[in-house]
């Protein structure tokens, strides 16, 4: 059974940093393709950033690209996602996941293409 950790969340003042760990066990990381969500109070589930198998395709949302970065160490068998210069709006709980669909054309932004999620991590940005 593929599992995946998060870990790294907290809380966090306006413009400082923070970053999520993501840790896959159970599986194969490297068949995976991974992805970071977050679900704010209120609010639904929603994509922040993703990243195919071997790294070389990255897509983040138009509220985090240039101060969010996505990573993997197939290696550690761990995604990561880096925050920077985090904003109040950036509070939320936070969720890895995983596919290992592949094909060209999967909706990789959606939440129903990922088999598995992780239990989250909680993000707090104060003003």
């Known amino acids: 059974q593929v599992q995946l950790v998060e870990s790294g969340g907290g809380l966090v003042q306006a413009g400082d940093s923070m970053r999520l760990s993501c840790a896959v066990s159970?599986?194969?990381?490297?068949?995976?393709?991974m992805a970071w969500f977050r679900q704010a109070p209120g609010k639904e589930r929603e994509f922040v950033g993703r990243?195919?198998?071997?790294?070389?395709?990255?897509e983040y949302a138009d509220s985090v690209k240039g101060r969010f970065t996505v990573t993997r160490d197939n290696v550690k068998d761990e995604a990561y996602l880096q925050m920077n210069n985090v904003e109040p709006e950036d509070t939320a709980i936070y969720y890895c996941?995983?596919?290992?669909?592949?094909?060209?054309?999967?909706?990789?932004?959606?939440?129903?293409?990922?088999?598995?999620w992780g239990q989250g991590t909680q993000v707090t940005v104060s003003s």
């Open positions: 996941a995983a596919t290992k669909k592949v094909l060209v054309g999967t909706p990789f932004r959606l939440l129903g293409t990922y088999e598995y």
């Open positions: 159970g599986g194969t990381f490297s068949v995976y393709a």
């Open positions: 990243l195919s198998r071997n790294g070389g395709n990255i």
